[in-house]
């Protein structure tokens, strides 16, 4: 991907990128959110949003964050792309110890843990929001997998 020295995105990179998405990890867990919308109705997503112009990814993916849910990450571990409506979304992921207080009720309706089973239900009842969230967590079990060999 290309970008500016200082890692923001080029102008090309931009248009190709709709938004940073992220995977939170707790034990056996994962986050799912639903956001409000006026096409999507009732279906879980990962938590994050769309990339302001000149904004780096991780620098979206902290924002998205603390704007939905009121945290802070240390590291995120870049997952993969992944497609939706004709454009990349970018997938972070990291474990989450922490405890999520309260969330912004004007972006979210509801957020909730759910283990890699339920996801992967809901992924087949078609009620996942861009449809890669389950794809995307199994590849972030392969990665930190790896990564603790």
Avoid at 26 to 38: A, E, I, K, N, P
Avoid at 107 to 134: D, P
Wanted: proline content about 1%.
């Amino acid at each position: 991907m290309g970008g500016d020295a200082d890692g923001t995105l080029s102008r090309t990179d931009w248009h190709r990128f709709r938004t940073v998405r992220c995977i939170l990890k707790q034990g056996d867990r994962f986050l799912l959110v639903v956001h409000h919308g006026r096409f999507v109705f009732n279906r879980w997503g990962l938590p994050g949003g769309r990339i302001e112009y000149g904004e780096d990814l991780i620098a979206t993916a902290r924002r998205e964050l603390r704007e939905e849910l009121s945290v802070h990450v240390a590291d995120l571990a870049e997952v993969g792309d992944y497609r939706y409506k004709g454009s990349l979304n970018r997938v972070y992921g990291c474990e989450f110890d922490g405890r999520i207080l309260e969330f912004d009720r004007s972006e979210l309706k509801k957020i909730g843990w759910h283990t890699l089973a339920e996801v992967v239900t809901l992924a087949e009842r078609n009620t996942l929001h861009a449809g890669f969230e389950a794809q995307a967590i199994h590849d972030y079990l392969k990665l930190i997998g790896s990564a603790q060999k």
